[in-house]
């Protein structure tokens, strides 16, 4: 399993807001920048998020980050049905001096 | 816009090896971190290896430790990955990465990917 916990689905409806969670511990999360990316079907992984809520240029503002503790949570309003993806967190890990990820949400827009 | 085409995967049998390259352009590409990070079918991604931007510093995954070797020709514009001793669960999707920034290591912009098979 991976070290950092993320829920596997979540399912929304198309204008909703729909938050979704990442659960690590103080060697990542705890005192390291999050980072998470969104996976369309069939494509490579791009980034949504950097250092826990910093938007590269291009990523629409309805995709928000956050942290607190241990744990992050990317949150995405006004969903739409192109935001149907697998979405990652990530973060540094000092014990296992790697980068970690969680195991992945899959987002289905209803 | 940043590019980053990888090449070298393909059909390995188990306990060979392969070499996958990264070449990268539009971006000072001495200046920023690489990764590599792979996704099994139908699985999430893991971490695989970074190298540091003048090549001294790097970290692996323990699942690959001792097997495999990143480096770069920051001449070139080049990563690579050398993987030796594979096995069957090495299988996966290898994305090349960039850093964010030069100031921020996390793994920012990706590649395409390679597809690396190890199968008798």
């Known amino acids: 399993q991976s070290v950092l916990t993320q829920p596997p689905s979540a399912s929304w409806t198309p204008g909703q807001r729909v938050t979704i969670s990442c659960s690590g511990s103080s060697s990542n999360i705890g005192t390291n920048n999050v980072y998470w990316y969104q996976q369309l079907p069939g494509t490579a992984p791009k980034l949504l998020i950097y250092?826990?809520?910093r938007r590269p240029s291009g990523v629409p503002d309805r995709f928000s980050g956050s942290k607190s503790g241990t744990s992050a949570s990317l949150a995405i309003s006004g969903l739409r049905s192109e935001d149907e993806a697998d979405y990652y967190c990530a973060a540094w890990d000092d014990s296992l001096s790697g980068v970690v990820f969680g195991g992945g949400t899959k987002l289905t827009v209803l | 816009e940043v590019q980053l085409v990888e090449s070298g995967g393909g059909l390995v049998q188990p306990g060979g090896s392969l070499r996958l390259s990264c070449a990268a352009s539009a971006f000072t590409f001495s200046s920023y971190w690489m990764y590599w990070v792979r996704q099994a079918p139908g699985k999430g991604l893991v971490w695989v290896s970074r190298i540091s931007s003048d090549g001294i510093s790097t970290n692996y995954a323990d699942s690959v430790k001792g097997r495999f070797t990143i480096s770069r020709d920051n001449a070139k514009n080049t990563v690579y990955l050398q993987m030796n001793s594979l096995r069957a669960e090495d299988t996966a999707v290898y994305y090349c990465?960039?850093?964010?920034?030069?100031?921020?290591?996390?793994?920012?912009?990706w590649g395409q990917g390679t597809l690396v098979t190890v199968s008798s």
């Open positions: 990465a960039r850093a964010v920034d030069p100031g921020i290591r996390g793994v920012g912009y």
């Open positions: 250092s826990n809520n």
